[in-house]
């Protein structure tokens, strides 16, 4: 299938690749102010058709569901205050299941770890 609009897909990746994580209404405001007016039903189409090629991943959490275009192995803080979403790398150390890994007969081939709490800078202000 040939699919058009290419150029408008890029845009809504390339602002998704800038804001790192985002809700659908951030994405559609930074997209909104930095690039002409593209229509909801654009931008919510490129997601999809992003989404399926998987070049973004969408990421549910306690209050939201962001996208990102970040596909590597990672774990969130989300600070209460703010609303930052941090990207965590998995160590060694605080791994205890990855792909391959069984429990029981279950084979595991994704973790999602989602942590809450109060970022650096929140912490700053709290404190000084
Ligand atoms: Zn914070
Ligand atoms: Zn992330």
Redesign the pocket.
Do not use: W
């Given at each position: 299938m040939l699919r058009r609009n290419t150029n408008q897909r890029q845009i809504v990746y390339d602002s998704l690749k800038f804001l790192g994580h985002a809700t659908t209404d951030e994405l559609i405001n930074y997209i909104n102010e930095n690039y002409e007016n593209i229509s909801l039903a654009t931008i919510y189409r490129n997601l999809g058709i992003l989404l399926d090629d998987e070049q973004i991943k969408k990421v549910k959490l306690q209050d939201c569901e962001v996208y990102e275009t970040s596909k590597s192995n990672h774990y969130h803080f989300v600070?209460k205050?703010?609303g930052?979403i941090i990207d965590i790398t998995p160590t060694e150390a605080n791994t205890f299941v990855n792909s391959n890994t069984f429990l029981g007969n279950n084979r595991v081939e994704e973790l999602e770890v989602t942590y809450y709490g109060?970022?650096e800078?929140?912490l700053n202000k709290i404190l000084n």
């Amino acid at each position: 299938m040939l699919r058009r609009n290419t150029n408008q897909r890029q845009i809504v990746y390339d602002s998704l690749k800038f804001l790192g994580h985002a809700t659908t209404d951030e994405l559609i405001n930074y997209i909104n102010e930095n690039y002409e007016n593209i229509s909801l039903a654009t931008i919510y189409r490129n997601l999809g058709i992003l989404l399926d090629d998987e070049q973004i991943k969408k990421v549910k959490l306690q209050d939201c569901e962001v996208y990102e275009t970040s596909k590597s192995n990672h774990y969130h803080f989300v600070c209460k205050h703010c609303g930052k979403i941090i990207d965590i790398t998995p160590t060694e150390a605080n791994t205890f299941v990855n792909s391959n890994t069984f429990l029981g007969n279950n084979r595991v081939e994704e973790l999602e770890v989602t942590y809450y709490g109060t970022c650096e800078e929140c912490l700053n202000k709290i404190l000084n």
